[in-house]
């Protein structure tokens, strides 16, 4: 069974950076494509950035265009979120999800339909 292990969360500053990574130890991700979901308490899981199986094709939520960065490195079997200038608004819960072959669009518009889920890593920017 594939699993999705999420690491690198923590407490930041406001304007500080964190850089998420979404690995599936013992199995290939190449054919996935990968999203980053995001929880806040009391909030619905909303989708942050997705990208592609082949990383040609990425999507970021409106509100983290300009500070996010989502990239994958197949060879390394990682997913990686580079978040920069965070936000209060920003503090959640991080969620990978992975979906076969699936295009950004398809990941990041809706939660359902994912194959495989990550247990999340909490990111809490607050001074």
């Known amino acids: 069974q594939l699993q999705l292990v999420e690491s690198g969360g923590g407490l930041v500053q406001p304007g500080g950076s964190l850089r998420l990574s979404c690995t599936a130890p013992g199995f290939n991700l190449d054919y996935y494509a990968i999203g980053w979901f995001r929880q806040a308490p009391g909030k619905e899981r909303e989708g942050v950035s997705c990208?592609?199986?082949?990383?040609?094709?990425?999507k970021y939520a409106d509100s983290v265009k300009g500070r996010f960065t989502i990239s994958r490195d197949n060879a390394k079997n990682t997913v990686y979120l580079q978040m920069n200038s965070l936000k209060p608004e920003d503090t959640a819960v991080y969620y990978c999800?992975?979906?076969?072959?699936?295009?950004?669009?398809?990941?990041?518009?809706?939660?359902?339909?994912?194959?495989?889920w990550g247990k999340g890593t909490l990111v809490t920017v607050s001074s």
């Open positions: 999800a992975a979906r076969w072959l699936a295009t950004v669009q398809a990941m990041c518009t809706k939660t359902n339909g994912m194959d495989y």
């Open positions: 990208i592609s199986s082949s990383g040609g094709s990425t």
